[in-house]
């Protein structure tokens, strides 16, 4: 599965990518909005976690910016700020892990997300399944 | 049969006016005894400013005696003149105007926070011809109430860093303890089946894999235990320069740069290549205490932190400003935008602003410490009308005199 990391801490976009990495996930990192939905575009990643409190566009924006890319962006809200949970449902992201984590919440959360990765794969071939014997 | 004549109408009584006198006289004392004593400034002016009467109070608060009152031009009394024709026009519009915030000053030029009750007084024909009212200071009140305001919003800010910054402080060392934890069990099977199969090479290779993993977790958890340690730092120092007394002494600015910028060049010398060029100036004295070191060294701090890592390069310089010691401290960083500048100091940004990162508490550390000393600190570029090329801050702090 394809990663973006978006987050101002170097510690923690170093501490996500040693983690993921090790179950054999892409990672990309993005320090600021800007910077995420430039790598956004260029990685197409399949889930984007996103930190809310960043210098210059904050987390809610960011989101906005890359749904209006792309409508079905993933993106799993991360932050201490656990207040901004709501808005950042309500802007469509798919869930919210709150900071600080446990190590097996991680796993599990991106284990989640890869089982609904291959679920929606699935679906979607056998749809073209369907098609081709319409056709 | 006539009325009997004369005696029907009753006789009109005639006025007791010594009796109506006394009491008035009465009534006078009671109003100008209420009028002399009462706490509040009171005071009657013609409708061109001119003072007829005032109480003791009104004395008082603008620092004059009883004699001198009839001198004064209540014009001169307003801080900014417009707000005396806004008042008037208010005034003389409603006949009363109630708590009418106004800055005052007295004969000493002491600035104070009031509120005017006041009427219009009318002749017979109706018209103005001056205004009778009361003055309330509230420059108490009024910094007592921004200090509750300051002592709320501190518990605010206080508030979101416990929660905010520390909660992503621990999510590092706490996930790392977990998989180092994980580390320690899932991998002393490997070693051990390693050892037994004889293949030293591959057993040593694998052990350093891992070793190197595991110190990369520590130096992040070091890390960020540094910067918590920095943040709680920075709080305390917030705290102690806006709530310890000032018990200042002379101080030489010369030798209070060259300790700072000791201590700086100890900190980050062998991490990154730094370069500071110091132009000081002999007998730059000020009023100051321990705490004024923490105010250059977080500019330093500040002036590194955004700076190339490559090579950073900063040039102090002590000038004098008349009453003021300026030291200009400028940076090779990445600059500030001037429409950004004030946010580098605004204490309570980062409850508004949520694109500020929480990290943010050395402009506002700087600022407070700059206003302990009776001093202010602005944000120039280093080089004028580029602010890519480095930022410049100019401390101003009040020179020491004899007096």
């Given amino acids: 599965m394809k990663i973006l990391i978006v987050d101002d801490e170097i510690e923690i976009c170093s501490l996500f990518k040693n983690i993921i990495e090790t179950y054999g996930h892409e990672i990309k990192l993005a320090s600021n909005g800007d910077a995420a939905l430039d790598t956004y575009r260029k990685f197409r990643p399949d889930l984007v976690l996103m930190d809310y409190r960043m210098p210059g566009k904050d987390g809610l924006k960011t989101t906005e910016e890359i749904f209006n890319y792309d409508p079905e962006a993933q993106i799993l809200f991360c932050s201490a700020d656990s207040s901004v949970k709501g808005k950042a449902m309500e802007r469509g992201a798919v869930g919210f892990l709150q900071k600080p984590f446990d190590l097996e919440v991680l796993i599990d959360t991106i284990d989640i997300y890869e089982k609904k990765k291959v679920e929606v794969k699935k679906n979607q071939d056998s749809n073209s399944l369907i098609a081709d014997i319409t056709f | ?403």
């Fill in chain 2, 1 to 403: 049969m006539g009325k009997a004549n004369g005696s029907s109408k009753k006789q009109k009584k005639e006025p007791d006016y010594e009796q109506m006198y006394k009491k008035l006289e009465e009534s006078h004392d009671i109003y100008h005894k209420f009028f002399e004593e009462v706490n509040d400034a009171f005071f009657v002016s013609t409708k061109d400013g001119k003072l007829v009467d005032a109480n003791k109070a009104y004395c008082e608060l603008f620092g004059v005696n009883k004699e001198e009152i009839k001198k004064i031009n209540v014009i001169e009394t307003y801080v900014n003149p417009d707000d005396r024709r806004e008042f008037l026009t208010r005034v003389e519009r409603d006949g009363l105007v109630k708590n009418y915030p106004v800055k005052l000053k007295n004969v000493n030029g002491r600035e104070m926070d009031c509120r005017i009750t006041a009427v219009t007084l009318l002749n017979k024909k109706e018209e103005i011809i001056g205004y009778q009212g009361i003055i309330y200071d509230v420059t108490e009140k009024k910094k007592l109430q921004k200090e509750l305001e300051n002592t709320k919003n501190d518990f605010q800010l206080y508030l979101d860093i416990f929660v905010h910054d520390f909660r992503n402080f621990i999510s590092v060392p706490n996930v790392y303890t977990s998989l180092g934890r994980k580390m320690v069990e899932d991998r002393l099977g490997v070693y051990e089946k390693l050892f037994k199969s004889g293949d030293l090479n591959r057993f040593y290779k694998v052990v350093k894999d891992d070793l190197k993993k595991t110190d990369e977790m520590l130096v992040n958890n070091q890390n960020v235990i540094k910067k918590a340690i920095g943040l709680i730092e920075n709080i305390e120092t917030l705290m102690k320069s806006q709530h310890t007394k000032k018990n200042f002494t002379k101080q030489n600015l010369n030798e209070i740069l060259n300790s700072c910028i000791g201590w700086i060049k100890e900190k980050y010398d062998s991490k990154i290549p730094l370069s500071i060029n110091y132009s000081g100036m002999p007998g730059a004295n000020i009023m100051a205490d321990e705490l004024i070191n923490n105010l250059f060294t977080n500019v330093f701090d500040n002036a590194i932190k955004y700076s190339d890592k490559k090579r950073t390069e900063l040039w102090v310089k002590i000038e004098d400003s008349v009453e003021y010691w300026g030291v200009r401290i400028a940076d090779t960083g990445s600059g500030i935008p001037e429409g950004q500048r004030g946010r580098v100091f605004e204490r309570y940004e980062r409850l508004k602003n949520h694109e500020v990162s929480g990290k943010g508490l050395g402009g506002v550390l700087i600022k407070s410490l700059a206003e302990r000393y009776d001093g202010e600190v602005t944000i120039e570029d280093r080089i004028p009308g580029d602010y890519t090329q480095g930022t410049c801050f100019i401390i101003k702090l009040p020179k020491y005199t004899v007096d």
